[in-house]
Structures are given as structure tokens and as C-alpha cells.
């Protein structure tokens, strides 16, 4: 997988799956219900979210229903990676079987909103360009590397 650079767009604690895709909006298409991601806490983020940027969290993101709409919404919207301190695990896996990239990071606080990155996955390497810090962290295993760069569990299978 190639280095991914973007712009951070940072968010706090406990971000659940109702703030990332309300409920109100189950309904709609992931391309339609893309344009509410967030909104709960960020009413102008799929305005703001440019392909490739990335979403950085701190504790406990994707908590709540294990719905694979809000992994799906985020990267419909255009997020390539999630970088967070850490998860609630059907988030996780949910994102990495859509082909959303989910790393977890012990300083995500460290980062900041705007903040200019460019992360090596295979490098386990992430480069603050904007404040000249580099963070590591465990580099996912190839099987999941190989998972992404398919574009998820789905169409891994199909190309298999």
C-alpha cells in the first residue's frame, strides 16, 4: 500500500456509530447519508472532507450499534484512513472489511484539526507534516494490508 497523505480532521472521545451515521438517515443511500456524517458534531463536515483526507479520534470511536453504514458513510464521504486512540472492535472490523484503513495510535490526541499527515502503512509510520513529528505504530498484518489495498473483504473474494 502506498504512502496516504491528507488533512486531519480531529474529533474527541466516545464518537459512536449514531453521531457518524444518525439514525434518522438509515434510510437514504450511503451516498446521500454520506452528506450527514458527522454532522451530530460537525454539521459541515462532508463539506470540509476533501478524497484521501483522514479522521482522527481519541478513545472508544465507533462505539454503540454495529452498524457497517458508518464505516461506509466515512469513507463514501472521502476519509482513506481513521487514525484513533482506540476502538470499539465491530467499528474496527467493519471498516477494515469495507476497505476503510483503521489505525490505532496511543498520541492521537497530539494531532490537530487541519493538521497536514502522510502515513506509511506499510512502514507502520505516520508524518505530522505540519508540526515535524513522526509517530509509529504496529503496522497492520499483510493479510489485512492486502485486504485494503483490494478494497475490502468483498472484493478481495471477488478478485480471488
Not at 443511500?29 to 482522527?56: C, N, Q, T
Not at 462505539?63 to 470499539?88: F, V
Request: aromatic fraction near 6%; charge should be negative; hydrophobic fraction near 40%.
Amino acid at each position: 500500500m502506498d504512502k496516504i497523505k491528507g488533512i486531519a480532521h480531529k474529533y474527541g472521545n466516545n464518537i459512536n456509530t449514531d453521531i457518524i451515521t444518525p439514525g434518522k438517515y438509515m434510510e437514504l443511500s450511503i451516498e446521500e447519508m454520506a452528506k450527514h456524517a458527522m454532522e451530530g458534531v460537525d454539521p459541515e463536515f462532508y463539506s470540509k472532507v476533501k478524497e484521501g483526507d483522514i479522521l482522527v479520534a481519541e478513545n472508544n470511536f465507533g462505539s454503540g450499534s454495529s452498524r457497517e453504514t458508518a464505516p461506509q458513510a466515512l469513507k463514501q464521504a472521502g476519509i482513506a484512513i481513521i487514525i484513533a486512540k482506540s476502538y470499539a472492535r465491530i467499528f474496527y472490523r467493519n471498516a477494515i472489511n469495507i476497505g476503510l484503513a483503521a489505525l490505532e495510535l496511543k498520541e492521537a490526541e497530539e494531532i490537530l484539526d487541519r493538521d497536514e499527515l502522510e502515513v506509511d502503512m506499510q512502514a507502520g509510520t505516520i508524518f505530522n507534516l505540519t508540526q515535524g513529528k513522526t509517530y509509529r505504530f504496529t503496522p497492520l498484518p499483510d493479510r489485512l494490508l492486502t485486504m485494503l489495498e483490494a478494497g475490502g473483504l468483498v472484493a478481495q473474494l471477488e478478485q480471488s
